[in-house]
């Protein structure tokens, strides 16, 4: 028995048949896992793509929300209006280590409940979220307002599709990628550059360094005394005054009125509160406001004006009617 082993191991016969009988396995089954590491690289290289392109797309119409996600066609006249930068673009939000501010953002995919918004930050995601196909990809789209950087960040994650036996050897496995665009505004940019080199070649030499000092100096006569403001007449006629406004009543729809305080002559209203209830502010004042952004016919923007009771020693308003009100792109100015 010994000797026939021997002289199997010993027959070149033998030899390659045992070699190859280890052999073959083992390059069989590095070549199943090179197939499965190449399709996962496949499936990833694909995820990062959709999430780069879906982020650059938001960044891209961020300045004009009816823009085409996809070409970045817009009709002729159609805008967000002069002041959106302010009033709509969740400025709010360079304030978050102050107070906690949430960010714009929108989850993936799209469903009847998230996809209604029709304004602001919120809106423009929407579009971008909307090329992105409900079964290619979950996740979210977000947008960061601080100010100089602006940016909107995607994080998608979807399962990668194995065989079952695959499965059952490594268990179910994810896909998944992150992008961060920043938002750039170059008409902006070059208005406020050529809006500064005009300015300062205007003024330069205009008023010599000495003149400036004594022009900082506190006059010796007083100053006259701001205007007594004790009840919300009186308020709304100093915002008529302070804007250059007009006093206007506005339909809202059939049956239901707006009056507006001061109008003034870029259609923003101005509207004055001395005395409120932040419940009627809720449900009845800010309803009506909101109708009238949407609409975009005479109003263009909303600002609220509160104004400090004699009884208070400071305007008090919850933070959550402050992020409502920024929400429907209302402006909040305190006098105190």
Do not use: C
Request: proline letters at 5%; zero cysteines.
């Amino acid at each position: 028995m010994m000797k026939r082993i021997h002289r199997f191991l010993r027959d070149p016969a033998g030899q390659i048949m045992l070699e190859a009988s280890l052999a073959l396995p083992a390059v069989f089954l590095a070549t199943v896992l090179l197939l499965f590491l190449a399709l996962f690289s496949y499936h990833q290289a694909s995820l990062q793509y959709t999430t780069a392109i879906a982020s650059e797309r938001a960044a891209y119409i961020w300045d004009n929300s009816k823009k085409d996600p996809l070409t970045g066609a817009v009709k002729a006249g159609d805008n967000d209006g002069l002041y959106w930068r302010l009033t709509n673009d969740n400025v709010s939000h360079m304030f978050s280590f102050l107070l906690p501010m949430p960010s714009a953002s929108v989850k993936l995919p799209l469903t009847p409940n998230n996809a209604s918004a029709d304004s602001g930050p919120q809106a423009k995601l929407v579009r971008a979220a909307s090329t992105i196909a409900a079964d290619e990809a979950q996740g979210e789209l977000g947008y960061e307002n601080f100010g100089v950087l602006r940016f909107v960040r995607a994080a998608l994650h979807k399962p990668m599709h194995l065989p079952d036996f695959a499965q059952r050897l490594w268990g179910r496995a994810n896909v998944s990628g992150a992008s961060k665009s920043y938002v750039v505004d170059p008409a902006e940019t070059i208005r406020l550059t050529d809006l500064t080199r005009t300015f300062i070649g205007e003024i330069q030499g205009r008023i010599k360094p000495k003149d400036a000092l004594a022009a900082m100096v506190e006059p010796k006569t007083s100053v006259k005394e701001k205007p007594l403001i004790d009840n919300e007449k009186k308020a709304a006629q100093y915002l008529r005054l302070l804007v250059s406004g007009t006093e206007k009543e506005i339909e809202v729809n059939p049956g239901t009125m707006r009056k507006i305080d001061a109008l003034d002559a870029g259609g923003v209203a101005h509207q004055a509160y001395y005395t409120f209830n932040e419940k009627n502010l809720r449900e009845v004042q800010m309803v009506k406001d909101a109708e009238l952004l949407k609409k975009g016919t005479e109003v263009k923007g909303v600002v609220w004006h509160f104004f400090k009771s004699s009884k208070q020693d400071k305007v008090k308003l919850s933070p959550g009617l402050l992020r409502e009100l920024e929400r429907n792109g209302i402006v909040v100015v305190i006098h105190e």
